[in-house]
């Protein structure tokens, strides 16, 4: 299993190559930092921490890992905690709460595992850290360089990717490489944006579909880490590079690098998500949303691939709405336009 980060790698290593002394360092740190971890996670004994819990109510809490690389630190703000005097712990910690209570209230599901798992967040993961992750068994966020990046607890569609490896591991468990591991970063855009769109009360056609926007500092020409509505668009810069992220099959990158281009090739289905929203008009997460978390859930497998997911989100919309309907010729419109047919 491979750590999921929401910064993708080209990113950090562009600054290496074109960033100032400082920045380079920063983004080289953070490298080698997220691949000893790497390490860490494929040795969790997956049953230990996948092995179903019933707890009784929602359980938060936040750890401070003061700058080092030691998880997940020390307590300092646990379920029913008054409010922290640290703002990330805060936004650790409300992040977790609005992922919750999303999860809860729309698709009737309690937490990660649809059984109360403890939802633990590390901030203030070593000097300078510019991403955050999913470990397997937690969320861990960066501070940021304060140069480049931001911190990454205030981006609350960043949380909710992130959080939402951890549900795709307790349900498809989809890999981590190639066209499964795109489908996985894809799944993780979705239900991030949908929880930023879900707090705003944004309907699809007025949601920004942007992933970590805020997160640059006015130093990067870029809005965001990724645009669902326009994958390749998100940024273009001398420091950071320019996105490059494909809308359609055929600009599909065949690539070694980032598991086989899991945060580049993503694009695609994240457009594909675009598109079945933007059809159907109205909040994103009450069909389009719900037609995706059900393929997530009850079809898809660890392999599966783009012409899986577009199979079977489209047989998943015929039977909950009716086949032929609206829903049903949406989604099948969608993965067309982006050069999957069925």
Known sequence: MTVCTIVPPQILRHITRCGTPNQKTCALNTLIQTEQFRGLRSALDREDFLTAMRLPVKIRRVYDA??????????????????????????????????????????????????????ESTVHFGWDYDNAFWNGRQMVYGDGDGDL??????????????????LVQFEANLGGEGQSGALNESFADIFGSLLKQYQKRQKARKADWLIGKGLFTSKI??????????????????????????AH????????????????????????????????GGYAWERAGLIWYT????????????????????????????????????????????????
């Open 221 to 246: 020409k870029g809005k965001a880490f990724r645009s669902m509505k326009a994958p390749g668009t998100a940024y273009d810069d001398p420091v950071i590079g320019k996105d490059p992220q494909p």
């Open 66 to 119: 003061r700058h080092k690389q030691f998880l997940p630190g020390k307590l300092v703000r646990s379920e029913g905690d008054k409010k922290n005097k640290d703002i990330a712990v805060n936004e650790a910690y409300e992040g977790a709460g609005a992922y919750y209570d999303f999860f809860q209230k729309i698709y009737k599901r309690n937490s990660l595992n649809d059984k109360n798992f403890p939802l």
């Open 249 to 280: 099959m055929k600009d599909y990158v065949k690539t070694d690098e980032d598991n086989g281009g899991v945060h580049i090739n993503s694009g695609i289905p994240n457009k594909a998500f675009y598109e079945a929203a933007s059809r159907l």
């Open 149 to 166: 990046f931001g911190r990454f607890t205030q981006s609350i569609d960043v949380i909710g990717h992130e959080l939402t490896h951890g």
């Open 295 to 342: 393929a997530l859930k009850d079809k898809l497998k660890q392999r599966s691939k783009f012409d899986d997911a577009a199979k079977l989100t489209s047989s998943v919309a015929g039977d909950l709405f009716g086949k032929g309907g609206k829903e049903h010729k949406a989604v099948k419109e969608a993965w067309k336009a982006v050069g999957i047919k069925q």
